[in-house]
């Protein structure tokens, strides 16, 4: 009599583990960087000033209304906000505003350029970014033209103001600094 062994149930071999897929960073470069989040914010805020109470932009009008650090979007009359909102409101914009430059300029740039350019991105917005002369310049290796582009974003409906004349000179010479 011939003996067999009983046959043993197959055990299943692992598939190879493989890499795990490196797509796009998450975030913009700000959620990469506390320097730059840190600089970014600290620029913008400064620039901005804070109001925790709704008011009219100054230089349109009654319409939009602003609040906290020169934020627009779904503000009311009447609207109140506590710092720590108006802090991490201004966060969520600029990543936002970050993730939009990071999409249009396209070569890589100092800390100190990046802050610079996502200051006026903020204040300009981002279409007007992006389509401006500076993310022109910059995206053609035009670095200092650029940077000295930014003195031409001095006016408020049309009007030359010294708010945003102080302003541009001091982004665009943090913008030289990173070149």
Known sequence: ??????PVPAVPVPAPVAPRPTGPKLGSRLKRSVAVATLCTGLVGGFEGLRTTAYP???????PWTACFGETDG????????????KAMLARSLEK?????EACVTRPMADETYAAFLSLSYNIGS??????SIARLWNAGETRAACDAML???RAVGV???????????????????I
């Open 1 to 6: 009599m011939m003996w067999f062994r009983k």
């Open 57 to 63: 932009d100054p230089a349109t009008g009654p319409e």
């Open 75 to 86: 503000i009311r009359r009447g609207d109140t906000f506590t710092i720590a909102e108006c």
């Open 97 to 101: 505003y970050a993730l939009k430059l």
């Open 127 to 132: 279409v007007g970014f992006c389509k401006s």
């Open 152 to 154: 031409k974003f001095n």
């Open 160 to 178: 030359t103001t010294p708010g945003l004349t102080r302003r541009r000179t001091q982004e665009r010479a943090l913008c030289l600094k990173g």
